[in-house]
């Protein structure tokens, strides 16, 4: 269903698919940075995670196509959310936000994974 939704744009990688899943992966890593810069009282690691995390979100938005089909509209929304949560935990240092974002995360590796057989 959401292989539709994607089309490469200045890929790194040949297989665009391989390189949507390193971002997804590439999120949960700065997730958990986030996390602990939190647990640590450590500000300015925290926001320079968060700042990454947006970025790879923005990124995945740049790369959605929307002549694909609905898909790209839900995951646009979808990131988008995640990106306003995002910038509230990070003000509130609210953990459970970030654990919220990592859970989106991972399911959307699952379903990414299991759309594109990686």
């Known amino acids: ?62 790369v959605l196509d929307f002549d694909g089909g609905d898909v790209a509209y839900y995951l646009d929304g979808l990131y988008l959310y995640q990106i306003e949560t995002l910038f509230s935990a990070g003000i509130d240092d609210n953990v459970n936000s970030i654990n919220q974002v990592m859970k989106v995360v991972q399911g959307l590796i699952d379903a990414w994974k299991e759309e594109t057989g990686l």
Do not use: C, W
Not at 19 to 30: A, I, R, S, W
């Open 1 to 62: 269903m959401g292989i539709e939704a994607y089309q490469q744009h200045n890929a790194v990688s040949d297989d665009p698919y391989v390189l949507v899943l390193k971002l997804y992966e590439g999120l949960l890593k700065y997730l958990s940075f986030v996390k602990a810069s939190m647990e640590s009282g450590d500000i300015e690691s925290k926001f320079t995670y968060i700042n990454k995390s947006v970025a790879i979100f923005d990124e995945l938005r740049n």
